[in-house]
């Protein structure tokens, strides 16, 4: 069974350093996404990306926060300068339409830790 | 920010009990998906329900989406342990972008 794959599956990194997540979508999907979930708090919503570009982002994707599919199949975050806050599970999602009747397929996430 | 209320927050039940799970909201959602999450795991869908009114069965699992597509339930009939876990509802108010609730955390106990 097709499913969305993400590393690494843990980063510990500096403060103020950059960090870049992977991801990569099941192989027909056309619709990415990129959530983040603290510590024991809810999932949130950073970004979608279609067709190349940014359709939808949250207040939390600030400039710190990109997103890219550089080569037709890894679909990256990339977070510029870390911040201790920063610190969380962060998931990758794909799906094959578009939101409304799209189904969202979550990789297992990668455990960022900021110190 | 759009907030998704998901009561209760913690529900601890014996097996072969029944019970309901809420999602609410005060604004419409244009689908709105339930998952359920393993600790240390991503959310994995259990489904998607677009149609004010809309029920969907899942072998035990009783999907309902409100007439008013505000509001969303989750029946478990007959809990079993294997039922343990955090049930999740996310709804989209816009086309591709989703706010998901703080979870329910079910222990079925045997």
């Known amino acids: 069974e097709p499913e969305v794959t993400q590393t690494p599956s843990h980063q510990v990194t500096q403060m103020g350093q950059e960090v870049i997540l992977r991801c990569v979508p099941i192989s027909n999907h056309l619709y990415f996404y990129w959530y983040r979930q603290i510590l024991g708090q809810k999932v949130e919503f950073l970004v979608s990306f279609y067709n190349n570009e940014i359709s939808e982002k949250s207040e939390i994707f600030d400039d710190q926060f990109s997103v890219e599919r550089p080569d037709g199949s890894n679909f990256t975050l990339k977070i510029r300068s870390t911040k201790l806050e920063d610190s969380a599970m962060y998931f990758c999602?794909?799906?094959?339409?578009?939101?409304?009747?799209?189904?969202?397929?979550f990789g297992p996430g990668t455990r960022l830790t900021v110190t | 920010t759009q907030l998704l209320e998901q009561s209760p927050q913690f529900l601890s039940i014996q097996e072969g009990e029944n019970l309901t799970v809420y999602c609410n909201s005060s604004?419409?959602?244009?689908?709105l998906q339930w998952y359920r999450q393993e600790p240390g795991e991503g959310p994995v869908l259990l489904v998607t329900v677009v149609t004010g009114g809309e029920v969907k069965k899942l072998k035990r699992l009783t999907f309902q989406f409100g007439d008013a597509r505000k509001d969303s339930s989750l029946h478990i009939t007959a809990a079993q342990p294997g039922d343990t876990g955090l049930y999740l509802c996310?709804?989209?108010?816009?086309?591709?972008?989703?706010?998901f609730g703080s979870g329910t955390k079910l222990n079925v106990k045997p």
């Open positions: 604004s419409v959602f244009s689908s």
């Open positions: 996310a709804g989209a108010f816009n086309f591709n972008k989703f706010y």
């Open positions: 999602a794909s799906s094959a339409l578009q939101g409304v009747i799209g189904e969202q397929y």
